[in-house]
Structure formats: C-alpha cells, structure tokens
C-alpha cells in the first residue's frame, strides 16, 4: 500500500511539472508575440500614406538603403552641406547591425529612420508569419542600436497588399509610399533624376530615392534638386511631419 502511495505522488508530480511547464512557455508566447508588439486598431481597413497636405509647401526627401558599402555617407555629406537635416531614411534590418557607425551618422545630422524589415524580401510573396518574424528581426536590431520611435515602414522592393498594411497595424506601423519616383537605382543619368523631381514635385509630395550602392548617380542629383526645391519655396521635412496633419493622403490596397 505505501509503495502504491509513493508511485501515485510521483505521477501527480510529474504531471504538475508538465502542466506548470506548459503554461510558463504559454506565457513566455504571450509577452513575445502580444505584449511588446503594440495593437492599433481604427475604423475601416488600413492604409498606405502616399502624399501630404499639398497647401502647407512641404515635401519629404526619403531613401531607401538595404545594401552597399559606398553611397551612404556621399549622400549624408551632400545633404549636410546643402543644410538638410531632415530627410527620412528606410533602412533594411540586416544592413543597419552591419553599418551601426553610419546608422549613427544619420541619426546625429537629425533625419528621421523608418523600417525596410529586416532581410529585404517581397512581403507579398511571404506569408503572414514570415513577414512578422522579419518585422521582428528589424525591430530588434533597432533597438540594440538606439534607435527610437521607428513608427514608419516602408516594405521591402515597395510591394505590399491588405495583409501586409494589416500586420504593420499590428506592430504600430505605418505604412509609407511615395508620390514621385526618381527610379535613380537605375542610374538613369544625373538629368533625368533631378528632372524626374522638378517636373512633377509639389507641396505633399514624398520623394524616393536611394542611398544603396547601386544608385550610383543620386548624390550628384542632390544639389541640383535641393536648390529647385528651395527656389520654388519648397520645405523639405521628415516623413513623421508631412503626416501631421489631417489631410494626409492614403490609398486603400485591395
């Protein structure tokens, strides 16, 4: 009977441990997956901003950077000594913990940093959990460098759907487009880029160009397409700013 008895406490146990062990990684799920991750939720489907209030003459330079050794710091020195301190630069994940010294840089000369992910994939061709364990990624290596209020992504290659806007709610992001694109990754000739602006830009405007090292002309456009903006009283702000305000325009992704 008492060899019963001790056989009988030892499988309680057991299945106590099991139990408490369930519920710890139960938990340990919860406060990864829920809690760090903020939870905006609004009226209707969300929403890719793409231009600003046109009237208050204000438009966004932005860059995009997910490779590359070279470019970065020519464009930081061209937009430093042409006095912008406010351009709005998306970084991928996994180029910003191997540049932390130039990530660094942008941050000290004032500009704003906004979120490519981390690995710079299609987010269209990724299924939901992939793009959030990239979202993830990024969001960690932001955090080791310091880097603070990363409230804007723009999606890897530009390509998104009503998922992705979906998941970028999820984790307190907003989901930033453009109204001109310079296409200067494509090293169209240093004309045709700043042309690509001065034909088209108006106040609201946001502006893409790129930072990786395979634009290999868009720090000799920066002078020209700077000082067109400041000839037609065009002020160039970051990102987080052409948004304040209610007029921002967005576009609804089907």
């Known amino acids: 009977m008492d060899n019963f008895h001790v056989i009988h406490m030892k499988q309680i146990k057991q299945i106590l441990i099991v139990v408490i062990a369930a519920f710890f990684t139960a938990g340990i799920l919860y406060f990864e997956n829920v809690l760090q991750l903020p939870v905006f939720s609004a009226a209707g489907s969300p929403k890719a901003v793409y231009h600003g209030e046109e ?6 330079l932005t860059f995009d950077i997910s490779w590359g050794d070279e470019k ?19 970084l991928s994940g996994s180029w ?7 990530v660094e840089r942008i941050q000290k000369d004032g500009h704003q940093i906004g979120s490519m992910g981390y690995a710079y994939k299609n987010y269209n061709s990724l299924k939901p959990e992939q793009i959030s364990r990239d979202l993830i990624l990024a969001q960690n290596v932001f955090q080791q460098l310091n880097i603070k209020d990363v409230t804007l992504l723009r999606p890897p290659t530009g390509n998104f759907n009503q998922e992705v806007l979906k998941i970028a709610e999820r984790f307190g992001l907003t989901v930033v487009h453009y109204s001109i694109d310079t296409k200067d990754w494509t090293n169209p000739g240093t004309a045709e880029i700043i042309k690509s602006v001065e034909n088209t830009v108006k106040g609201g405007d946001i502006v893409l160009l790129h930072a990786s090292d395979s634009a290999k002309q868009t720090a000799s456009a920066l002078p020209s397409i700077v000082h067109y903006l400041k000839k037609n009283n065009l002020h160039n702000v970051r990102v987080s700013d052409l948004m304040a305000n209610a007029d921002a325009k967005s576009e609804e992704v089907k």
């Open 96 to 102: 910003a913990e191997r540049h932390p010294k130039i």
């Open 72 to 90: 970065a710091i020519p464009i930081l020195d061209t937009l430093k000594k042409n006095n912008i301190n406010n351009a709005t630069f998306f």
């Open 55 to 60: 009237k208050g003459n204000k438009v966004a």
